[in-house]
């Protein structure tokens, strides 16, 4: 949604700070597509995806009196709704934790079939990875942090990280190519 009568951010943000409940809606509204998307990434479902947006803007809300305009508000926003959706995710995580991880299949060569697919096909083959993986493989190969940083921010060892990355690009691999089969492309 566009802003009315062309308020600026700044303006938005200003008056989100005093506690605004219009504001709070405006600034919801200009974002919401944004952390949407960044929410589904993370999250095994649209409805899922749409706690995470809430709950971050709710803490966006409760937080904001704290945000240092000279940060871009978008990357301020979006480390709270990585956050979000990543502590949603850390008793699901916990749990799978539990399960052997030992054998992990090594990664194999394959051509790559991502070329054929639009984002939309790319993110429901994503949302086919089980949480844990997909969790990582966003925080990993998408947001860019590193194994070490992945395992603080999850409470697993590093080696656990790279294994459930591993086996996230496996799946996705067969993935690819279970959907490049069924639409008669080579994969």
Same mark, same amino acid.
């Given at each position: 949604?566009?802003?009315?009568?062309?308020?600026?951010? =700044?303006?938005i943000i200003?008056n989100c700070?005093?506690g605004?409940?219009?504001?709070? =809606?405006?600034?919801?509204?200009?974002?919401?597509g944004?952390?949407?998307?960044?929410?589904l990434?993370?999250?095994?479902?649209?409805?899922?995806?749409? =706690?995470?947006?809430?709950?971050a803007?709710?803490?966006?809300?409760?937080?904001i009196?704290?945000?240092?305009?000279?940060?871009?508000?978008?990357?301020w926003?979006?480390?709270?709704?990585?956050?979000t959706a990543?502590?949603?995710?850390?008793?699901?995580?916990?749990?799978?934790?539990h399960?052997?991880?030992?054998?992990?299949m090594?990664l194999?060569?394959?051509?790559?079939?991502?070329?054929n697919?639009n984002?939309?096909?790319?993110?429901?083959?994503?949302?086919?990875?089980p949480?844990v993986q997909?969790?990582?493989?966003?925080?990993?190969?998408?947001?860019?942090?590193?194994?070490d940083?992945?395992?603080?921010?999850?409470?697993?060892?590093?080696?656990?990280?790279?294994v459930y990355?591993?086996?996230?690009?496996?799946?996705?691999?067969?993935?690819?190519?279970? =959907?490049?089969?069924?639409?008669?492309?080579?994969?």
């Open positions: 949604m566009h802003q009315p009568r062309g308020i600026a951010e =700044e303006e200003s700070k005093t605004s409940l219009k504001y709070q =809606e405006l600034l919801y509204k200009q974002f919401y944004y952390a949407m998307g960044i929410a990434r993370y999250s095994i479902n649209r409805d899922d995806a749409l =706690e995470v947006v809430n709950d803007f709710i803490k966006v809300f409760n937080s009196k704290n945000y240092n305009s000279d940060r871009p508000f978008k990357a926003l979006r480390t709270i709704i990585v956050n990543i502590d949603r995710r850390r008793k699901e995580i916990k749990f799978q934790l399960v052997e991880i030992d054998n992990a090594p194999g060569n394959s051509t790559n079939a991502i070329e697919l984002a939309q096909d790319i993110l429901k083959l994503m949302q086919q990875l949480p997909l969790t990582i493989f966003n925080l990993y190969e998408i947001d860019g942090y590193s194994h940083e992945i395992s603080k921010m999850l409470t697993m060892p590093e080696s656990s990280s790279r990355l591993s086996r996230a690009k496996e799946k996705l691999r067969n993935l690819l190519r279970s =959907e490049a089969h069924n639409h008669g492309r080579v994969g």
